[in-house]
Nanobody, 124 residues
Framework: QVQLAESGGGLVQAGGSLRVSCAASGRTIGNYATAWFRQTPGKEREFVAVIHWVSGQTSYSDAVKGRFTISKDDAKNTVFLQMDRLKPEDTAVYYC?????????????????WGQGTQVTVSS
């Protein structure tokens, strides 16, 4: 079992920056990919970014490419999402998710470990 805990959400003005963190605990040694998803009320949870723990390979949605950066700290078992040039449409609850395997996948159904989410609000 893997436990995930997000932190770092908050309120920021448009154009600003925020970093959210995802701390992993439990059975974290292995071939895992960790992703960020986000969700607003009434909408599907959408993929934001993913990183592989072993290879460090990353992938981003078109909506955030060039503005967000996903990274990891192996010693702390933590994945970060640095969000720059934030827009009001980035407002959402941001969820961390993990799955075992080599592939970087972009669909909610492919991830079996989830955090509780952290709210990010971008004011205009």
């Amino acid at each position: 079992q893997v436990q995930l805990a997000e932190s770092g959400g908050g309120l920021v003005q448009a154009g600003g920056s925020l970093r959210v963190s995802c701390a992993a605990s439990g059975r974290t040694i292995g071939n895992y990919a960790t992703a960020w998803f986000r969700q607003t009320p009434g909408k599907e949870r959408e993929f934001v970014a993913v990183i592989h723990w072993v290879s460090g390979q990353t992938s981003y949605s078109d909506a955030v490419k060039g503005r967000f950066t996903i990274s990891k700290d192996d010693a702390k078992n933590t994945v970060f999402l640095q969000m720059d040039r934030l827009k009001p449409e980035d407002t959402a609850v941001y969820y961390c998710a993990a799955r075992q395997g080599n592939m970087l996948l972009f669909t909610r159904a492919n991830y079996n470990y989830w955090g509780q989410g952290t709210q990010v609000t971008v004011s205009s």
